[in-house]
């Protein structure tokens, strides 16, 4: 009689540690950012940035309060998208692909999620917004780090350090 062991041992890859995040937490978002986030200031009203060297990636997140009603969430969010392609072309250097772009009911219902990826020979834009009955809600990471690291750290801001109060 032969008797055959066998056993699976998780491999021992080294774990990261845990990355240290300082929030910011304001009535309509919390963000955590690492570190090396620094704020910076500016004159716009109700619009906060941030800018990380290391990353080599800027985020913008701003509010606009005024009543959308529900049949106009569409035409808003669409004017919305438009000018944010517009503005990126008119800072440009060069021609500007886009490489998404949506609008779609906010899976926990309430308004609507917009979402416009684009990029340039030197920065990829991506970003995430909401409308709602009540407010205009804009997320923006820019990154000159090329277009796979712009979308790792778009991931994993919006999986654990970033929540938007909606509506």
């Known amino acids: 009689m032969k008797f055959s062991y066998s056993f699976s041992l998780p491999s021992a890859a080294p774990s990261q540690p845990e990355e ?6 304001y009535n309509e978002f919390m963000l955590s ?3 090396d986030w620094k704020q910076v200031p500016t004159a716009e009203e109700r619009t906060l940035n941030w800018y990380s060297e290391q990353e080599q990636a ?11 009603p529900e049949d106009k969430w569409a035409a808003v969010a669409e004017v919305n ?8 072309e008119h800072a440009s250097v060069g021609p500007v692909s886009v490489i998404s772009r949506s609008v779609k009911p906010y899976s926990g219902g309430g308004g609507l999620e917009l979402s416009f990826t684009a ?3 030197e920065t990829t834009y991506l970003y995430l917004g909401y409308v709602t009955s009540r ?5 923006t990471l820019t990154s ?9 750290l778009y991931n994993k801001t919006m999986q654990k350090r970033l929540r938007v109060k909606v509506p």
């Open 20 to 25: 240290k995040l300082y929030p910011y937490d």
């Open 33 to 35: 950012l690492p570190g």
């Open 58 to 68: 800027s985020i913008t997140v701003s509010v606009d309060f005024y009543e959308v």
């Open 81 to 88: 998208l438009d000018g944010r392609h517009r503005a990126l």
């Open 119 to 121: 990029q340039t020979s």
């Open 135 to 139: 407010k205009v809600f804009n997320f």
């Open 144 to 152: 000159g780090a090329g277009k796979t690291a712009a979308v790792d």
